[in-house]
């Protein structure tokens, strides 16, 4: 066996190497290097031998895709596992390759494409998939078969691709409810920069992209390499360097004890790895937008504005009112009313009816007809909360199956928010489910669905005996989504989990939308939209215009900021309008109409950031061809009143544009005011290299720039 494999898209290379002695090599993932022939990629591999060290192995260093402990790597492998003590340095011989289906013994060179090795070893087969997206993007996973009698154990199992030593400082995420998305920055040295998630979740403290780079970079310069894992149960990223001076990226899935357990004929696949090369985080993130516009469930541009009635009316449903709210909205112009939380089985609190999906006679005696009805009456769509995964002690199913509650041997967890989880890795849990959710969606037409997921898996274990079972949990999740997906195509889901507690790029294969946060104070929606939008474009994230008061923060912010932020992302209101002065359900309907002129920008465009050296300062585009719109939002005061001119980049360079502004922060029923005196009427290279004197703003406030090719 001799594979040499060359893959280029979207300037992008990734050389991969396989013999019949080790797991496949990448020779090279990174910056397009052109057409490759087969005496040029054994001349390119030959020139990246790893050099001898002192004291170390008589071979070069041999780096695999799921790097192996035999051949002088230090850091840790990818497969850690054994049988039973036995077998936990199998000698892998791969046996097969093939590109897109195809056998390859010898060398050959492809655009896209995808490349899958077999090899094996101590009575085990390892399928390891390497794949070169249209975008650029590289994903690989691996899968390990047991065929011995006695069962093999995977502890963990990762895959790595190289990437360079000038690759010095890391980049990833944390948070915690209400506040995710942290940017974190750090100089990389020998050993493992290693980021955990343990919440059963994707998790608000996700570290979401590990980007390694060169020091400094940024938005439009540095070199990057990137790795993203797609899964939304415990998960692995991991940056590893060891005192030769190889480094690898990756991740996995983090297994608990017996997880990966596995008998005769019996497999485990780790998660799709998302690897992304390019320079500048911009860049970074256009790949990632156009893989997932890419996607079957991607929605179109006119996106529907929506109401989600939450912070309305709470556990207190009663259809006369949320009817006057259904009227309330379509009068502002809102598409889309979304019903939350309390509809359902007895619960009128958070202690009480979860997994209980059946429509409450005690609130809807008639059912939800009334309000479903009267809502596409006024031509809105219809939209509804559930919570699948989890139940309260206090529900009829949990009474009636206690031991479908994900639990250890002797005791049920810790409760978090007054519920549990439910199993549904027990067949009638995931039945009881699916066909209470399916008889929901037969009898009532929804448009849409919120699936939220409001706690961690802690001691999730399936009873009696109490084995870890976050893996197969995940697993039954997808597996849910993707029947109730199969049986009702026409419903738009939402991915919410306690807020952005579950966004990652396996929940988006089948979400059409996710809910950033539960915070919607736009002082901190400026920096998640900014960092959220580093992996989801803007027509998947949910991006609300709140009550002036914010429920979370407690700080209060005139409405034109709250919709200058909002309108960044796919707008709702989340808002009880019955509040609302009428010069504020006028303001607002303004917005509402603003947005849908011009949303096929704010959806389709291509996201740049700008750097501004004031503290909390944010400067953000949309560019399409024949359109930009670009926001600046102040969120302190700065030393100085002036911060400088602000440069537009992303435009044509010899294209002329004509620049108009909204400014939020002017006197209420005056929106539409320019800062600058005249029309002003620039080329693209001029916008970009001197561009315009910024506005002097107040502390949390924003000003729009529409930016019109002529």
Known sequence: MDARIALEAAGVSLLVSATDDGLPEVIHWGAAIGAVSEAQFDHIARGARWMFAGNSLDDPLRLGVVPEARFGWTGTPGLIGSRDGAAWSPAWRVVEATVDGRAVDGFVAVGAGRATFRAEAAAATMLITIEMLPTGLVRACAEITNHGPEAFGVDELTVRLPVPLVASEALDFAGRWAAERMPQRRALGVGAHRREGRHGRTGADAAMILSVGEEGFGYRHGEIWAAHTAWSGNHIHVVERDFIGAQTLGGGELLLP???????????????????????????????????????????????????????????????????????????????????????????????????????????????????????????????????????????????????????????????????????????????????????????????????????????????????????????????????????????????????????????????????????????????????????????????????????????????????????????????????????????????????????????????RVDVDVPGTYCKGIVTKQQAIFSLAMLEASATASIGPIRFPGLDDDATYRVTTIDPTSVPGHLQVPWMDGEIVMTGAQLAAAGLRAPTLRPSSAVLFVIDRI
């Open 258 to 608: 017996g997880e990966g357990r596995l008998r005769e004929s019996e497999r485990y696949r780790s998660p799709w790895v998302y690897f992304n090369y390019a320079v500048g985080l911009d860049a970074q993130a256009a790949r990632f937008h156009e893989h997932l516009r890419a996607l079957p469930v991607a929605p179109g541009p006119d996106r529907p504005v929506a109401l989600n009635v939450w912070e309305a009316v709470y556990f207190h449903q009663d259809a006369d009112r949320l009817i006057d709210l259904a009227e309330r909205a379509a009068a502002v112009g809102i598409e889309r009313f979304v019903l939350d939380d309390g509809w359902f089985g007895g619960r009128r609190h958070e202690r009480a009816g979860l997994g209980d999906w059946v429509v409450s006679p005690d609130v809807w005696p008639d059912g939800l007809h009334p309000l479903i009805d009267r809502v596409h009456g006024l031509g809105m769509e219809f939209g509804l909360w559930f919570e699948p995964e989890m139940v309260n002690l206090d529900s009829d199913v949990a009474r009636a199956h206690p031991e479908w509650v994900m639990q250890v041997e002797d005791r049920v967890p810790v409760p978090s928010r007054h519920q549990f989880v439910l199993n549904l890795t027990v067949e009638e849990a995931f039945e009881h489910v699916l066909e209470q959710m399916s008889a929901i969606f037969t009898e009532y037409r929804i448009d849409a669905v919120k699936w939220d997921h409001n706690r961690d898996l802690i001691d999730a274990g399936t009873a009696p005996q109490g084995q870890a079972a976050v893996s197969a949990q995940t697993r039954a999740f997808y597996r849910l989504f993707d029947e109730l997906r199969r049986r009702f195509p026409k419903i738009e889901f939402e991915s919410c989990s306690s807020g952005g507690g579950r966004i990652d790029l396996e929940v988006l294969e089948r979400a059409q939308r996710v809910w950033v946060s539960d915070n919607i104070d736009p002082d901190d929606r400026q920096r998640m939209l900014w960092w959220t939008g580093q992996l989801v474009p803007l027509e998947l994230m949910g991006s609300h215009i709140a009550s002036g008061l914010s429920r979370v923060t407690g700080r209060l912010h005139h409405l034109g900021y709250r919709a200058a932020t909002a309108v960044f992302g796919h707008l709702g209101v989340e808002w009880d309008l019955a509040e609302a002065t009428d010069e504020e359900a006028e303001e607002l309907g303004w917005w509402i109409d603003w947005y849908k002129q011009h949303r096929r920008t704010l959806l389709t465009g291509r996201l740049v």
